[in-house]
């Protein structure tokens, strides 16, 4: 959906800005959008972003401490003149990135109460293997805590960063 708007060089918060204004200008759409852009040079293992709304993605670092990807601006779609603010984090070697929509953590048990952010970061914490393993423990750990109901989209997305010279990664979702 970013397709028209992003080019090499371009500052996730440009990319974003643009995003917005032409969410803003569509008449028809009348809706508000919620999203994480960024840009990752496998390089420097520098990852540039901005954060539009959406769930804060959260960068797991090999000696488990954690940290939010929060800097941006509100949702696109509401106010053309919206700006977004960027930032740039380095990711090291044994640090996994993990995204994710709120269908995972307003999942909901029987009783009401929502998964949240403490769990889905529980989780992360209690398994620092590879992306795939990890991937399949959130949606097991959501699945138990619903009773295997889940009420609204549940994506997630994560990558590892790998002590290769090359700067490789390992995604999957």
């Known amino acids: 959906a970013l397709g028209g708007f992003t080019a090499a060089g371009r500052a996730p918060r440009d990319v974003v800005t643009s995003t917005n204004r032409a969410l803003c200008r569509n008449s028809d759409l009348r809706r508000f959008v919620t999203l994480f852009y960024g840009v990752y040079n496998a390089r420097t293992r520098l990852l540039t972003y901005t954060n539009a709304g959406h769930n804060p993605p959260s ?14 601006g509100m949702v696109t779609g509401i106010f053309e003149d919206t ?32 998964f949240e952010d403490e769990g889905l970061l529980g989780v992360v914490a209690r398994h620092p293997g590879n992306v795939q393993s990890l991937i399949g423990a959130i949606f097991d750990e959501v699945a138990a805590f619903t009773g295997g109901r889940l009420q609204d989209d549940a994506t997630v997305l994560a990558i590892a960063i790998e002590a290769s010279s090359r700067g490789r990664t390992d995604a999957s979702h």
């Open 59 to 72: 960068v797991a670092r090999r000696d488990g401490s954690t940290e939010r990807l929060t800097t941006g």
């Open 83 to 114: 700006s977004y603010q960027e930032s740039a984090i380095t990711l090291e070697p044994g640090d996994r990135l993990v995204l994710f929509t709120d269908g995972i953590t307003e999942a909901r048990a029987s009783s009401g109460a929502e």
